[in-house]
């Protein structure tokens, strides 16, 4: 509940906080046309290619706007037809999630090519246009303020969950219909930025990956390391770029694989070395330890790379720590003769292809020998390093793309607490 505008001239107190007076407080069920109305379930042979689309909680969570995404197709008769397809404007909510801030998460139907219904763990709500603007009750659903009230009255069970009798009851501070579209046109031109520096960083990411599938293989060379003839020449299978050559990763860097210290060690209160032990340690491809130990196994330094060795596999990153690192993880030490960063970006470009090496029955697992006996073709170090600053200025732009759709998304919550609560009026 908010308490922003609190004791505030010519604001009221209602059950979901300080609103402008003149904004009422009304129940999603006085708000609604339809519903709260509970999916169908379909079985396994009921599902068809040439059915009807049917959201999923995979679809629900994944998309905000419920739109053509591709999802699973069923059949369904003329009654079902009639009764459960969705419409535009219409809220979905997720009925049950393990984590419970995922049940009741709500997604927006937007606009239809084809007929699509919802499964059972999805229940929707069909708003009535003349009172509250869908846009409007989907933002404030997906505020924080939003959120709050749906976690109040998510069940918790075995697993979380949400029932149609608890959306009757949830509120909505409701303003005039034209101050609530307005608000809506606000937020979504922020929606619109950020959808748009997104795609921004998608096309950054494609273009690193083509130039790294050029560039780490010598297809495209730099004109100061390319000494061949102008004529087209087209090379022999295994044919190496002039210059290049082939190696195994202990023939350019050491290797050292993690050794776990006794968990009796280990500790959350930063005494000792930061602990690395795999993926759940990394963050955007930089050591994040959350735990510590007393005990100092295998050693990594700053700058050192490191790889995981169990599920996932090849997730590669570079050490900000002097740390401990654990038998989830490997050191890998580029020699004199190999540029660290060129390194670095050559085992980016094979992370897919670490799980075929994968050992274990149970889950998926590196061996030393699988990683020191990996095989390279790589040029000298002058060309490393040229390809090296390549792709760094490809990472450094997204990068930036990153921090850019960052900021807008900081910018886009303050004025969500700021629009649906009141505290700023628009007209």
């Known amino acids: 509940m908010t308490r922003r505008n609190e004791n505030r001239q010519g604001y009221k107190k209602t059950k979901v906080g300080w609103i402008p007076e003149k904004w009422e407080c009304i129940k999603l069920k006085d708000l609604s046309k339809l519903g709260p109305q509970n999916g169908l379930y379909k079985k396994q042979d009921a599902y068809d290619k040439d059915g009807c689309r049917m959201v999923h909680m995979p679809q629900l969570f994944a998309n905000d706007i419920i739109e053509d995404q591709d999802m699973p197709k069923v059949l369904l008769n003329e009654s079902e037809k009639i009764k459960y397809l969705i419409e535009e404007g219409d809220l979905l909510f997720g009925r049950r999630s393990l984590a419970i801030e995922g049940s009741g998460k709500c997604s927006l139907v937007g606009k239809l090519t084809t007929p699509i219904t919802f499964e059972s763990s999805i229940i929707r709500i069909s708003l009535d246009n003349r009172k509250l603007y869908p846009k409007y009750s989907y933002f404030y659903i997906a505020s924080p303020y939003g959120r709050y009230q749906m976690f109040t009255i ?6 979380s969950g949400i029932a149609g009798s608890d959306l009757k009851l949830y509120q909505i501070p409701l303003p005039p219909l034209p101050e609530q579209k307005k608000i809506a046109e606000i937020l979504s031109a922020w929606d619109r930025a950020i959808e748009q520096v997104g795609r921004l960083i998608d096309a950054k990411k494609q273009l690193k990956k083509g130039l790294m599938q050029q560039l780490l293989t010598g297809r ?14 087209k090379k022999e299978k295994g044919e190496l770029p002039e210059g290049w050559k082939r190696v195994k990763l202990e023939d350019i860097a ?3 694989m993690g050794t776990s210290p006794s968990s009796s060690f280990y500790n959350n209160e930063g005494r000792g070395f930061p602990l690395i032990q795999g993926n759940a340690d990394i963050k955007e491809r930089k050591t994040s330890p959350s735990r510590w130990t007393a005990e100092i196994t295998t050693e990594c330094f700053v700058d050192d790379l490191v790889m995981t060795v169990r599920a996932p596999v090849g997730e590669i990153a570079v050490s900000e720590h002097h740390a401990c690192v654990g038998r989830g993880a490997c050191v890998i030490r580029p020699l004199p003769e190999t540029d660290k960063i060129f390194l670095f970006q050559l085992l980016i470009s094979i992370e897919q292809k670490w799980n075929r090496f994968g050992q274990g029955s149970t889950f998926t697992c590196l061996t030393g020998e699988d990683i020191r006996n990996y095989k390279f073709v790589i040029p000298k170090i002058e060309e490393q390093t040229r390809i090296a ?7 450094r732009e997204i990068e930036l793309l990153k921090k850019k759709q960052e900021k807008l998304q900081e910018q886009k919550k303050g004025l969500m607490q700021k629009l649906l609560t009141g505290e700023i009026r628009v007209k």
């Open 389 to 395: 600053a390549v792709l760094s200025a490809c990472d």
């Open 254 to 256: 050491i290797i050292k």
């Open 220 to 233: 495209i060379r730099f004109s100061e390391f390319n000494h061949e003839t102008n004529e087209i020449h």
């Open 154 to 159: 998510t069940r918790v069970v075995a697993v």
